[in-house]
């Protein structure tokens, strides 16, 4: 079992940066896919970004790609997620997500993880 707890999340001005972070406990060594997904008011969860245990090749949604970045601290079981030059669209409830499964090409796939942390609120104005 793995529960994953976010925070970082916080208001903040257009243009302006955030950093989140996602700390796993329980079996988190085991997950080889960790990847953060966001829902904004109104709208279906999507995926932001993914990457594996090796930290190797991170996967990012076409809207955030060159402005946010993914990394992973295995020594710490944190995923984190640096949310720069952040856009009023990206106003969202932000979710981290774990799974065994590899990341591959299903990674922005909601219905394909087995654990959710609740989530860190993000407001840009």
């Known amino acids: 079992h793995v529960q994953l707890v976010e925070s970082g999340g916080s208001s903040v001005e257009a243009g302006g940066s955030l950093r989140l972070a996602c700390a796993a406990f329980g079996s988190a060594a085991s997950m080889a896919c960790m990847t953060w997904f966001r829902r904004a008011p109104g709208k279906q969860r999507e995926g932001v970004a993914a990457?594996?245990?090796?930290?190797?090749?991170?996967w990012y949604s076409e809207a955030v790609k060159g402005r946010f970045s993914i990394s992973r601290d295995n020594a710490k079981n944190t995923v984190y997620l640096q949310m720069n030059s952040l856009q009023p669209e990206g106003t969202a409830m932000y979710y981290c997500?774990?799974?065994?499964?590899?990341?591959?090409?299903?990674?922005?796939?909601?219905?394909?993880?087995?654990?959710w942390g609740r989530g860190t609120q993000v407001t840009v104005s």
């Open positions: 990457i594996y245990h090796s930290g190797w090749e991170p």
């Open positions: 997500a774990a799974r065994a499964a590899s990341c591959a090409l299903t990674w922005a796939r909601d219905d394909l993880y087995n654990y």
